[in-house]
Every structure is written in C-alpha cells, then in structure tokens.
C-alpha cells in the first residue's frame, strides 16, 4: 500500500509514469478499471475544481466516491492523542480513519492549515494521522502542499512548453487582500525543481520565502539536474529570459498567526501583479495559476485572456492527473 502525501515521496520517473498515463485517460475518458470500488473524499475547507474532478474522476474510473464534511454532514473529529474528549469533536482519527478503511478503498483529504502556528501546521497533522491509521491508500487534496495541483501544473507545461530540463521556471508572489496558505507556492517549487527548471522565487522581501524543507528540497533536485535555484526580489530580472510564470499569493511566514504587522508590507507591494509589461520581459513565456484567481489584482485581464495564459488547461489537467492517480494506487 502506498500513499500520496507529497510529491517528495515520489521520484520524477514515478511522476512521469502517472502524467503519461494522464494524458492516456484524457484522450480515452471511460473506463472500467476501478469498477466496484469506492473512495471518500473528507473535506475539511471548501472546494470546486478538486471536488468536481475527484467526484467526476472516481465515476469516469467506475467507482463511487462519498463526499464527507467532518463538523457538518460528519461528526467533528479530534486528531490528538490521549485528550479527554469532552469539547465538540465526537469521534476521534482512529476510529474515523479505521472504519472508513473497511468500507472504502481510498481516502482522500483536504484540510488547509490554521494559520495560528506554523511550527504546528507545518507537521501537516491531519492528514498525517488519516495515513497512520488508515489500511487503505491516501491521497492528499491540498494541506500544505498540494501535489495533485503540481501533476496538473506539469502536465499543461509539457503541453505548452515541451521539455522541461533547462528551461526558467519563475514562481512569483503576487498581492492578495489577506494571507493565504502557502501550499501551491511550496508544490510548484519543487515540481519546477524536480522536472529540470532551473527555478527562480520572486518575493518582495526575504520574509516571504518559503519553508526551508521545500527550499532545500528544491535546491537538492535543482543542483542533482546541473540547474539553479535563485531567490529574487527584483521583478525586471526575475522576469527576463522566463519560459514560464506561475503566480500565487501567500502569507510570510514569520508573521504566520500575527498577521497584522504583515499587513503593511503585503499591501506595498500590490505592484507585483503579473501584467503585459513584465511578460513583455520574458521571450514567449507561459503564465498560469492554480485558481481561484482575483482578477485586477493577482494578473489582468491582458494577460488571463491571453493564448499565452494555460490556466485553464492546468485546472482541466486535474481531472486526468488524479485519474491516474486513482488508478495507479488502487489498480
């Protein structure tokens, strides 16, 4: 039995292998492979694309999949150990994560961080304690990282791009009116890195660069492929010479839990919006986003509508990338 927590655990091949036979399910949608068998999807925050396309998926596989929200259609679960359960949660992970490993084949998770501390969040324990008590695969629906929004990201790019080895990757903040997790920033740096980019991080101030075990994970995929990692506060030339532009927002980490100091510093920076200037900088590079995207302030118009965006194409990439996720797990 094998999970899929984070790509990290995965080797390129490994990856590779999965976004092949993506591209295998997307031109023959329906299959049979999956027939009779069954997963839960536990959300724990709201959804669109990752509930439609693992819904939708797991019925094009032949499965069923049961959607539960703990703490409304579900009991409140408790994920710490020898607590005396006597506030809201009802059931506690080990007998959730048990009992739904009989009835189901897969579990699949989504449960954003806290946002109070980061020393905690960053353990990742939600969906850490369903994979230490489950007997069945799981599969990571987005916490603090979201792989399944890489293998889409990876999928539109050899699309868009071709081969990726050597190629610049830039992974570029962008304003938001509040924080917001950091998960897609830490998934597209180390896909980058791990798929031969050489990749660099564009962020206002060093405050807001990421966690240290994606960056050193990137820096070691980086330097493994003869690439660079590089860290940028410079927008001209963090731009100049780009095959890619990936946008995303998140909040600083030294300032996760007390964001109102943050705040000031976010606000300055509302000039880090991807726009036609700065992709005029790149040769012809690519832009993206995982989605949901705000308009007028993360990217314009211009360049959202633009042939030059795959936006579109990477959010329908997840539904063919966690097909063959599923299948691939649960064959």
Same mark, same amino acid.
């Given at each position: 039995?094998?999970?899929?927590?984070?790509?990290?655990? @995965? *080797?390129?091949?490994? $990856?590779?292998?999965?976004?092949?036979?993506?591209?295998?399910?997307?031109?023959?949608?329906?299959?049979?492979?999956?027939?009779?068998? %069954?997963?839960?999807?536990?959300?724990?925050?709201?959804?669109?694309?990752?509930?439609?396309? /693992?819904?939708?998926?797991?019925?094009?596989?032949?499965?069923?999949?049961?959607?539960?929200?703990?703490?409304? %259609?579900? @009991?409140?679960?408790?994920?710490?150990?020898?607590?005396?359960?006597?506030?809201?949660?009802?059931?506690?992970?080990?007998?959730?994560?048990?009992?739904? *490993?009989?009835?189901?084949?897969?579990?699949?998770?989504?449960?954003?961080?806290?946002?109070?501390?980061?020393?905690?969040?960053?353990?990742?324990?939600?969906?850490?304690?369903?994979?230490? /008590?489950?007997?069945?695969?799981?599969?990571?629906?987005?916490?603090?990282?979201?792989?399944?929004?890489?293998?889409?990201? +990876?999928?539109?790019?050899?699309?868009?791009?071709?081969?990726?080895?050597?190629?610049?990757?830039?992974?570029? @903040?962008?304003?938001?009116?509040?924080?917001?997790?950091?998960?897609?920033?830490?998934?597209?740096?180390? !896909?980058?890195?791990?798929?031969?980019?050489?990749?660099?991080? $564009?962020?206002?101030?060093?405050?807001?660069?990421?966690?240290?075990?994606? +960056?050193?994970?990137?820096?070691?995929?980086?330097?493994?492929?003869?690439?660079? $990692?590089?860290?940028?506060?410079?927008?001209?030339?963090?731009?100049?010479?780009?095959?890619?532009?990936?946008?995303?927002? @998140?909040?600083?980490?030294?300032?996760?839990?007390?964001?109102?100091?943050?705040?000031? !510093?976010?606000?300055?920076?509302?000039? /880090?919006?991807?726009?036609?200037?700065?992709?005029?900088?790149?040769?012809?590079?690519?832009?993206?986003?995982?989605?949901?995207?705000?308009?007028?302030?993360?990217?314009?118009? %211009?360049? $959202?509508?633009?042939?030059? *965006?795959?936006? !579109?194409?990477?959010?329908?990439?997840?539904?063919?990338?966690?097909?063959?996720?599923?299948?691939?797990?649960?064959?």
């Amino acid at each position: 039995m094998r999970h899929f927590l984070s790509t990290l655990d @995965w *080797s390129r091949a490994e $990856l590779q292998a999965l976004l092949d036979d993506a591209r295998a399910l997307k031109r023959h949608p329906h299959t049979a492979d999956l027939a009779g068998k %069954g997963i839960a999807l536990v959300f724990f925050n709201p959804s669109l694309r990752t509930r439609t396309s /693992f819904e939708l998926g797991a019925h094009q596989l032949g499965m069923k999949a049961i959607v539960l929200e703990p703490g409304k %259609g579900a @009991w409140p679960i408790e994920f710490d150990d020898e607590v005396v359960m006597d506030g809201e949660p009802e059931e506690h992970i080990r007998e959730v994560a048990q009992v739904l *490993s009989r009835y189901v084949d897969a579990i699949a998770v989504r449960a954003f961080p806290k946002f109070v501390d980061w020393s905690v969040d960053r353990q990742d324990k939600v969906i850490q304690a369903f994979a230490r /008590f489950a007997t069945v695969p799981v599969i990571n629906m987005e916490t603090i990282t979201h792989p399944c929004q890489e293998l889409a990201l +990876m999928m539109a790019l050899q699309q868009r791009v071709g081969p990726t080895d050597g190629k610049k990757f830039v992974l570029t @903040w962008t304003y938001h009116p509040k924080p917001l997790n950091t998960a897609v920033a830490n998934s597209a740096l180390v !896909i980058a890195a791990k798929f031969g980019f050489d990749v660099t991080l $564009l962020c206002p101030t060093k405050a807001y660069v990421l966690d240290e075990r994606y +960056m050193q994970a990137a820096q070691g995929y980086c330097a493994a492929q003869g690439r660079a $990692l590089s860290v940028s506060h410079d927008i001209d030339s963090a731009y100049k010479g780009a095959d890619v532009v990936y946008a995303k927002s @998140w909040g600083a980490l030294p300032y996760f839990g007390n964001w109102a100091p943050e705040k000031p !510093i976010r606000d300055a920076h509302k000039h /880090f919006i991807v726009d036609e200037r700065k992709m005029d900088l790149t040769p012809h590079a690519v832009f993206s986003h995982c989605l949901p995207v705000r308009r007028g302030v993360k990217v314009t118009d %211009g360049v $959202l509508d633009s042939p030059r *965006s795959i936006h !579109i194409e990477e959010a329908e990439n997840r539904l063919h990338v966690q097909k063959a996720l599923m299948r691939s797990l649960l064959r």
